[in-house]
């Protein structure tokens, strides 16, 4: 029996190269390239799958080309696998472009077959006890798919049903390319010599922002790192490539785009020895399944490599490009085929921070009681020791243990602008409870006390008053938010703290000493 690719290199080995057409001409390998990384629009800040990649790239290769005088049809070999042909750009052609074609499909065991259905080939069948090997020349009628059936002067059979090892020799590659190609159809009135330069879009990139913060022994401050994850699900590698990558929202269209075709399993489909009424019914089906799956195991196209990581210690270097922002990597790096590579973003030391604690609650939100939930909380610009646009990502908080460090936390953090407030998600804390009860101003309306009025609202009767209680279980001070959803033209009238606003809503700000209790209560009122 032979290996599990021993048609496939059987196959490689009889292909005799297809002669190029007079016109078409095969554009030089690329001499500069450049890679634009845009990430996935609908992925928050989750990990990157190399086999579910959403984001894609602008790729710009330069390439030397000696076109003839006359119609020609120019081959650009080597392109990404994702590559959407309608994005295309030929600059430095002086020739008139007539048409651009993506030629998805590749050289691979299925897809010859498939190209080679009607057409002659031969059948080299060799007996493994003799040596003897047998050579016959027939026509496929079908292909890899549905089972593979051909027919020579004995009549139609269908592969490796005769029990010995069988393949085919073909006499060409059936005009399938061993890489993405996109051909472009030119007409020119002189021969050209030019260097010119392709510009595409192209599916199967991504990259993603992961971030590590380690906080000080004291809590005040925090040391921040970050990396920029470059991600490339294509069957092609970028080598030596000036890359950037580009943080924001892009809105764009998406089309439908046939996928390449890789290959898929080749089907050997042979009806069990003997007669049907040899096996029982369950029997000879369960033969032909394990057989039918045997073999495509044996034949199957060659797996893709595996996913590799590779980590670089370069550092991104931050850009504007209209809206958006642009990270340039500043040496020229290789963006490998089903690769994750890792560039340094940042490296921020002594970040001043607060911990701060909070909840927010609906208003009127009567007999709630959860814990409340913490953040950090520092600005970003220069004088916290940041000051630089923060693409979104995930973000890991360690605290300094002695010589170790102990993981607190995970979460997302969303793209920051310079001077905007940052927050980082540190879960809740069983140390602080909040608990919310409506107290019915109806039981005792005679003797009940009015609360303060709030500064500009109007002295109008309110509703029940609403009591929030804040226990603090910690060994020390914290400093507490209550933040309020109202509903749709109410207001706050009356309230016993402060009242305050952030991003629209009503806020109470308290200290709260260590293992002591605070309390909030307010009244509200719809507007008429």
């Not at 069988?166 to 007409?187: G, H, I, K, N």
């Not at 990597?329 to 940042?346: F, G, I, M, N, Y």
Request: charged share 20%; net charge neutral.
């Amino acid at each position: 029996m032979r290996g599990p690719h021993s048609m496939w290199l059987l196959m490689a080995a009889a292909l005799v190269p297809m002669p190029a057409a007079a016109n078409d001409v095969l554009a030089g390998a690329p001499t500069a390239l450049s890679v634009t990384v845009y990430r996935a629009p609908d992925r928050g800040s989750g990990s990157i799958d190399l086999d579910r990649l959403q984001g894609f790239a602008l790729v710009s290769e330069t390439r030397a080309i000696h076109l003839p005088a006359g119609e020609s049809r120019l081959r650009f070999e080597g392109v990404a696998d994702g590559i959407e042909p309608a994005s295309a750009i030929v600059a430095g052609l002086a020739s008139s472009v007539i048409e651009k074609n993506r030629e998805g499909q590749l050289l691979s065991p299925s897809a010859l077959l498939a190209a080679a259905v009607g057409k002659p080939v031969v059948l080299v069948r060799t007996n493994a006890r003799t040596g003897k090997t047998e050579r016959l020349p027939g026509t496929v009628k079908s292909d890899a798919q549905g089972g593979v059936l051909f027919e020579t002067a004995q009549g139609i059979e269908a592969l490796r049903c005769s029990g010995l090892a069988e393949t085919f020799s073909f006499s060409s590659a059936m005009d399938l390319s061993a890489t993405p190609t996109l051909s472009v159809l030119v007409r020119n009135s002189q021969p050209i010599t030019a260097m010119v330069t392709l510009s595409y879009l192209a599916r199967g990139f991504d990259w993603a922002a992961d971030y590590i913060a380690t906080l000080a022994p004291d809590r005040k401050t925090m040391d921040l790192g970050a990396w920029v994850t470059l991600a490339n699900g294509n069957g092609e590698s970028f080598a030596a490539a000036r890359t950037e990558v580009v943080a924001g929202r892009l809105n764009r269209e998406r089309g439908v785009i046939e996928p390449i075709d890789a290959g898929g399993a080749i089907l050997a489909r042979c009806w069990p020895r003997g007669s049907t009424s040899d096996l029982p019914v369950e029997a000879g089906r369960q033969e032909l399944k394990t057989s039918n799956r045997m073999m495509m195991l044996e034949m199957a196209a060659p797996v893709a490599a595996r996913a590799t990581v590779s980590v670089t210690a370069q550092r991104v270097e931050q850009e504007q490009l209209g809206d958006l922002k642009l990270y340039r990597v500043p040496e020229r790096t290789t963006v490998a085929s089903r690769q994750s590579k890792q560039v340094r973003l940042l490296d921020r030391s002594a970040i001043p921070i607060h911990l701060i604690y909070g909840a927010d609650l609906a208003a009127n939100d009567d007999d709630r009681s959860a814990p409340a939930e913490a953040l950090l909380r520092t600005q970003n610009n220069a004088a916290h020791h940041l000051g630089l646009p923060l693409p979104s990502g995930r973000i890991a908080v360690f605290a300094a243990d002695g010589a170790a460090r102990v993981l607190l936390r995970e979460s997302g953090m969303r793209d920051l602008a310079v001077d905007e407030e940052v927050e980082i998600d540190m879960g809740a804390s069983p140390d602080v409870q909040v608990k919310s009860v409506t107290e019915r101003a109806a039981i005792d309306a005679a003797h009940a006390q009015p609360l303060p009025l709030v500064p500009g609202a109007p002295s109008a009767a309110a509703g029940d008053i609403n009591r929030v209680e804040i226990s603090n279980a910690r060994g020390s001070d914290i400093q507490f938010e209550l933040r309020l959803h109202l509903p749709e033209g109410a207001r706050i009238i009356r309230a016993d703290h402060p009242l305050g606003s952030k991003n629209g809503r009503p806020i109470f700000r308290l200290t709260i000493p260590a293992h002591a209790a605070a309390r909030v209560r307010y009244q509200t009122r719809r507007s008429t």
